[in-house]
């Protein structure tokens, strides 16, 4: 069975950082592009980050430019989302997904149940 699965949401503070992580099964992720979305209450999904199955790293949001970056693992068949400096708008639930390798929008074929990062002070 094809799945991706978030994991690592928690409840942090303000500044604090987070990493969250997305596994796969029944494929590899290898050679695919990773992405990173996220929901924040009451607005649409938005993109985050991307990374090409070069490891190239695609930024869809300049909001997180300087504090947020993605890694892969092979070995673990995992993708990482480090969050730095988190801040109350980063308040979302966090989603995976996976398809294509360049990290284009409409080659993502595969998606996360989501994980919960709730920012407050």
Same mark, same amino acid.
């Given at each position: ?6 994991? @690592? ?5 303000? @500044? $604090?950082?987070?990493?969250?992580? !997305?596994?796969?099964? @029944? =494929? ?8 990173? =979305?996220?929901?924040?209450?009451? /607005? ?5 980050? !991307?990374?090409?199955? $070069? ?6 949001? $300049?909001?997180?430019?300087?504090? =947020?970056?993605?890694?892969? $693992? ?12 988190? /801040? ?11 398809? @294509?390798?360049? !990290?284009?929008?409409?080659? =993502? ?13």
């Amino acid at each position: 069975q094809v799945q991706l699965a978030e994991s @690592g949401g928690h409840l942090v503070h303000p @500044g $604090d950082s987070l990493r969250l992580s !997305c596994e796969a099964s @029944g =494929f590899t992720l290898n050679d695919r592009a990773v992405g990173w =979305f996220r929901q924040a209450p009451g /607005k649409a999904r938005e993109g985050v980050l !991307c990374i090409r199955s $070069d490891d190239g790293i695609i930024y869809y949001s $300049d909001s997180v430019r300087d504090r =947020f970056t993605i890694s892969r $693992d092979n070995a673990k068949n995992t993708v990482y989302l480090q969050m730095n400096s988190l /801040k109350p708008e980063d308040k979302a639930v966090y989603y995976c997904t996976s398809g @294509g390798k360049h !990290c284009i929008l409409s080659d =993502f074929d595969s998606w996360g149940q989501g994980t919960q990062v709730t920012v407050s002070s």
